[in-house]
């Protein structure tokens, strides 16, 4: 046990969403009583398991609320051009708001051509070069959802975002660089002074050890140790390992990027995996595809 032992709050990801899914559903009401009906189109390419989990819980959710969920479960000998065809159909079907592609892609698929292909007002993910342009001049609109989730779970935790020196450890394009450029807003959901470190990163301790608000989206099980973390930070956990667990049904189970129950000691609050950021990144998938369906009408 850490010297300045104090165990963190948990920060409880899923509690915290379905209080967003709450509202998300009177909204979702209130807009078919005016003959708005939110559509979400989810396109799997191939059998990935982690992928046909992420989007069955997608799908689930919007069962949840009330949102129309169109399902494209395609074999992963897909070829571009008909994963393009499809994706040209949706843009026009004005019954669907939101366009997600669930990623990975198989590899003889160009990722980057795919998603630049969906309509921007249709692209929940925020991935469309149009949607991260906008996020990094400060005009955002669909916003992408794991940072959004990471931001709203700061915000729902009354953790002070203005001031704080934030470090996020991992530069994808999907986690880390929108987060940092969330965080950077001249807004009062931003205001942060913004670290970002990945696997160059010089001695990454030196850097994790100055954060108020410590984020790890690495993809590398339980590598933030409690030496790592200054005594009294607020640590969000993005990663999702699968580990083997012999003693488990499905014969794995799931870790983040933090050593959980050492960094819990030091921390003053975390998040924990799973439960923590997972669950709100689907509920900011709901939000995002309300949110297009009304600047679409
Ligand atoms: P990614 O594309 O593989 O990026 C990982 C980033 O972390 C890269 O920038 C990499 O550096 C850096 N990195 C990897 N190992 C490192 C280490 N030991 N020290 C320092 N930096 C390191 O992964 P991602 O898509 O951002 O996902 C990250 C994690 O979040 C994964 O576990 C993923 O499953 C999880 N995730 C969760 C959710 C959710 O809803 N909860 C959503 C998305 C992702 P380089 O750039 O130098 O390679």
């Known amino acids: ?53 992420y989007v069955t819980a997608k799908q689930k959710a919007c069962q949840e609320v009330g949102i129309r969920s169109f399902d494209h479960r395609l074999p992963a000998s897909t070829t571009q051009k008909q994963l393009m065809a499809l994706i040209a159909e949706l843009n026009h079907n004005h019954q669907v708001h939101g366009i997600l592609v669930q990623l990975p892609l198989p590899s003889h698929i160009d990722t980057h051509a795919v998603i630049e292909a969906i309509d921007p007002n249709k692209d929940v993910d925020g991935f469309h070069p149009i949607n991260v342009g906008r996020l990094v001049i400060g005009q955002g609109r669909l916003l992408p959802c794991t940072p959004r989730a990471v931001v709203e779970l700061l915000i729902s935790s009354q953790v002070e975002l203005e001031g704080a020196h934030v470090v996020i450890v991992g530069r994808s394009n999907i986690v880390g660089r929108p987060l940092a450029n969330m965080l950077l807003q001249k807004a009062k959901t931003g205001n942060a002074t913004v670290t970002v470190c990945h696997s160059r990163t010089k001695d990454i301790s030196v850097h994790t050890r100055q954060a108020d608000i410590l984020v790890a989206a690495m993809g590398s099980p339980n590598t933030i140790t409690a030496d790592m973390v200054r005594p009294g930070a607020v640590v969000i956990d993005v990663g999702v390992n699968r580990i083997p667990d012999p003693g488990r049904k499905s014969g794995y189970r799931l870790v983040g990027d933090v050593d959980f129950e050492a960094v819990k000691e030091v921390a003053s609050m975390i998040t924990p995996v799973p439960g923590g950021v997972g669950p709100m990144t689907i509920a900011m998938l709901l939000a995002n595809t309300v949110l297009a369906a009304t600047f679409q009408q």
Do not use: C, F, Y
Request: hydrophobic share 45%.
């Open 1 to 53: 046990m850490h010297p300045l032992s104090m165990s963190a709050k948990i920060i409880d990801g899923r509690h915290i969403a379905e209080q967003i899914k709450t509202r998300i559903r009177a909204k979702v009401q209130q807009l078919a009583e005016t003959g708005l009906n939110p559509g979400l189109a989810v396109i799997l390419v191939g059998e990935d398991p982690a992928s046909i989990s």
